[in-house]
């Protein structure tokens, strides 16, 4: 029993992988390990497309523009503006699906 459970988890990691988008903190500069939130442009559960503004994020040096990779929903920030993340941490994850009209 112990063995199906765990491939149903497996499963559905795999499904989720598939209908989201989780983007993480890139290095932004040579010398930068952490960014700032500066100003998000979008909340949860509103409408994404491809090229979107979807967050400002600030280091030592510099404030660079986070766009979208695609079109769907915003499902999750992992913080507020104001916040500090690392280099890889995740920042925000989009549920990928067809915009209605």
Do not use: F, P
Request: proline fraction near 0%; glycine fraction near 8%.
């Amino acid at each position: 029993m112990g063995g199906d459970k765990q491939k149903k988890r497996e499963s559905e990691a795999e499904i989720l992988k598939s209908i989201s988008q989780i983007v993480r903190v890139l290095k932004l500069s040579e010398n930068s390990k952490e960014v700032t939130v500066a100003k998000w442009h979008k909340e949860i559960g509103e409408s994404i497309d491809k090229g979107d503004l979807l967050v400002e994020l600030e280091t030592d040096t510099s404030t660079v523009d986070l766009e979208s990779y695609s079109t769907g929903v915003l499902l999750y920030k992992s913080i507020i503006e104001g916040g500090t993340l690392d280099v890889n941490d995740i920042i925000l994850v989009i549920g990928l699906c067809k915009k209605r009209n």
